[in-house]
């Protein structure tokens, strides 16, 4: 039986959960899986994780990435329990319009984020940098000094950054410079075409493309189809509406070029797993908590 583990993230902000629980139970866990991705750094003990495809044992200072929507389980091993750090977080939350052209490294499901555990393994000097990141987005989300999104923001995308540039085996294939400028255009068009809808044959037109060609060329290059793409920018776009003015939630539709509401609540949902409404209700919350009334 395989358990499909729904996340609560505590600031809704961040789409992550972070976690430094002590564990002295050695039962074997469940399979189980989410669609965050993983990082596992533990401070004290031993743990061992069981993946459909092996095994792997981690020992003080030792770091793991677990991939979205894969299955895991675990125990403790170690006498004394399990002192660690667990981060668990959606990947293309942390990337804006500067960064997308490199989204497809850590938010496309068919590559398993637990191929770049090699790097980990092989390069002590990442992995000690990796762990510290995992040190201090558990610092800053305790404390929750201000500012702490915009540190933990740095920190995921600093992770991201060592990945990237210390994947000697070349797992993640970077996209070639003359690929992402042939499609610079279209990703402009996209953007000064948000609020309206978006062809795809005027896609294919600018880039002298058929559209067979075009949308795999669109896929293999971003890591998601051209429609996803379109519709990820335009639900981004509406959630800064949603959070920064107060219209209806009918207009924001029509604001990003969904007036269908049907439509833009089912898309709306594929990447919040809530309503336009319980998006703006829990942001809201969350940035102006109810004080308790201590007279």
Same mark, same amino acid.
């Given at each position: 039986?395989?358990?499909?583990?729904?996340?609560?993230?505590?600031?809704?902000?961040?789409?992550?959960?972070?976690?430094?629980?002590?564990?002295?139970?050695?039962?074997?866990?469940?399979?189980?899986?989410?669609? @965050?991705?993983?990082?596992? %750094?533990?401070?004290?003990?031993?743990?061992?994780?069981?993946?459909?495809?092996?095994?792997?044992?981690?020992?003080?200072?030792?770091?793991? =990435?677990?991939?979205?929507?894969?299955?895991?389980?675990?125990?403790?091993?170690?006498? *004394?329990?399990?002192?660690?750090?667990?981060?668990?977080?959606?990947? %293309?939350?942390?990337?804006?319009? %500067?960064?997308?052209?490199?989204?497809?490294?850590?938010?496309?499901?068919?590559?398993?984020? /637990? /191929?770049?555990?090699?790097?980990?393994?092989?390069?002590?000097?990442?992995? /000690?940098?990796?762990?510290?990141?995992?040190?201090?987005?558990?610092?800053?989300?305790?404390?929750?000094?201000? *500012?702490? @999104?915009?540190?933990?923001?740095?920190?995921?995308?600093?992770?991201?950054?060592?990945?990237?540039?210390?994947?000697?085996? $070349?797992?993640? !294939?970077?996209?070639?410079?003359?690929?992402?400028?042939? =499609?610079?255009?279209?990703?402009?068009?996209?953007?000064?075409?948000?609020?309206?809808?978006?062809?795809?044959?005027?896609?294919?037109?600018?880039?002298?493309?058929?559209?067979?060609?075009?949308?795999?060329?669109?896929?293999?290059? !971003? *890591? !998601? /189809?051209?429609?996803?793409?379109?519709?990820?920018?335009?639900?981004?776009?509406?959630?800064?509406?949603?959070?920064?003015?107060?219209?209806?939630?009918?207009?924001?539709?029509?604001?990003? *070029?969904?007036?269908?509401?049907?439509?833009?609540?089912?898309?709306?949902?594929?990447?919040?797993?809530?309503?336009?409404?319980?998006?703006? $209700?829990? !942001?809201?919350?969350?940035?102006?908590?109810?004080?308790?009334?201590?007279?």
């Amino acid at each position: 039986m395989y358990v499909n583990e729904k996340i609560d993230y505590e600031n809704p902000l961040l789409s992550m959960r972070v976690l430094r629980p002590i564990h002295r139970n050695h039962d074997m866990l469940e399979w189980h899986y989410h669609k @965050e991705t993983e990082i596992i %750094a533990v401070l004290d003990g031993t743990l061992e994780v069981h993946f459909e495809n092996g095994t792997i044992i981690l020992n003080d200072g030792d770091l793991l =990435l677990i991939g979205s929507n894969q299955l895991h389980r675990d125990r403790v091993l170690s006498s *004394g329990g399990i002192d660690y750090v667990v981060l668990q977080f959606d990947p %293309a939350k942390f990337f804006d319009f %500067a960064a997308m052209p490199y989204i497809r490294h850590f938010a496309d499901t068919s590559l398993p984020f /637990s /191929s770049l555990n090699y790097i980990v393994q092989e390069q002590p000097h990442v992995r /000690s940098q990796l762990f510290d990141c995992a040190l201090r987005i558990h610092d800053e989300q305790s404390r929750k000094q201000d *500012g702490y @999104e915009i540190a933990i923001m740095m920190e995921v995308q600093r992770i991201f950054l060592l990945l990237l540039r210390h994947d000697s085996n $070349k797992v993640l !294939m970077t996209v070639s410079t003359p690929d992402m400028k042939r =499609l610079k255009p279209i990703l402009d068009y996209i953007e000064s075409h948000i609020d309206s809808k978006v062809q795809v044959e005027e896609s294919c037109r600018m880039i002298n493309m058929s559209y067979y060609y075009f949308v795999k060329y669109f896929k293999r290059v !971003m *890591g !998601m /189809s051209f429609t996803d793409y379109v519709n990820f920018r335009k639900i981004k776009h509406a959630e800064r509406i949603l959070l920064t003015q107060d219209h209806s939630v009918s207009y924001v539709g029509e604001l990003i *070029g969904m007036p269908n509401m049907a439509h833009f609540y089912k898309t709306f949902r594929k990447f919040n797993a809530c309503s336009p409404n319980e998006y703006r $209700k829990k !942001m809201k919350a969350w940035q102006n908590p109810v004080q308790e009334d201590t007279t």
